[in-house]
């Protein structure tokens, strides 16, 4: 079993930045790629980044594309997600999950997932 634990949300002004870290026990994340989804009020989780764990490619959603960075600490086991020039629109809560799917922007994909963390952005 894997127990993935999301933190550093929280509250920011537009324009401000955050670093989210996803910290895996039970497991390493050495066999998976590691997703941030979101899910504002209403609306559905969607796909945010991905990093695959051998080869360190990423994947972001157009809409954070230059904003976002999600990247990895081999030793720690924890994936990052630095989030810079945060809009209003941000607002959600933020998940991360594992999968050894191939479809990393797919949630159905992910086999594994936090409880997430929420990062409010002010405008």
């Known amino acids: 079993q894997v127990q993935l634990v999301e933190s550093g949300g929280g509250l920011v002004q537009a324009g401000g930045s955050l670093r989210l870290s996803c910290s895996a026990s039970?497991?390493?994340?050495?066999?998976?790629?590691t997703g941030w989804f979101r899910q504002a009020p209403g609306k559905e989780r969607e796909f945010v980044a991905a990093?695959?764990?051998?080869?360190?490619?990423?994947v972001y959603a157009d809409s954070v594309k230059g904003r976002f960075t999600i990247s990895r600490d081999n030793a720690k086991n924890i994936v990052y997600l630095q989030m810079n020039s945060l809009k209003p629109e941000d607002t959600a809560v933020y998940y991360c999950a594992i999968t050894e799917g191939v479809l990393i922007t797919i949630p159905d994909e992910y086999d594994y997932w936090g409880q997430g963390t929420r990062v409010t952005v002010s405008s």
């Open positions: 039970g497991r390493t994340f050495s066999t998976y790629a």
């Open positions: 990093i695959y764990w051998t080869s360190s490619s990423t």
